[in-house]
């Protein structure tokens, strides 16, 4: 389904109607999608499914998963998610996960952004540099 510019925009009209201090409010997103399919405008179904879109693009810059070899000490987790808090802001949401594979060293992903301080990485790169 093509999106017209009309629909594109409406549908981000509605996300920044249902994000509060830069955090987005679900209860606000779900009043949005209620009022949308009482109101049905014209091009509903599309302003419907971008502004899903977008939704699920901020959940995902929203979400870091970070992968490390051991279980990490409670300070050192403690320290990565200030550290994380500062470069995206507040409402980041957290998960601490292993990964053996990695043998040392973390991985962090947030959104799209990754980032591989890892020895399995480095040990790719090396592999590749051969």
Do not use: W
């Amino acid at each position: 389904m093509k999106l017209s510019k009309q629909s594109r925009r409406e549908a981000k009209q509605l996300f920044r109607s249902s994000v509060v201090n830069g955090l987005l409010d679900e209860d606000r997103a779900r009043q949005v999608v209620k009022r949308v399919l009482e109101s049905k405008p014209r091009g509903y179904l599309a302003i419907l499914a971008h502004f899903e879109r977008l939704l699920k693009l901020d959940i995902a810059r929203r979400t870091a998963r970070v992968e490390s070899a051991v279980p990490l000490p409670a300070d050192l987790q403690a320290s990565v998610q200030t550290g994380l808090a500062k470069l995206y802001g507040p409402g980041l949401n957290l998960s601490f996960s292993q990964n053996p594979a990695l043998i040392g060293g973390l991985r962090i992903k947030v959104g799209s952004d990754v980032y591989d301080g890892s020895v399995q990485a480095r040990l790719a790169a090396l592999q590749e540099s051969f």
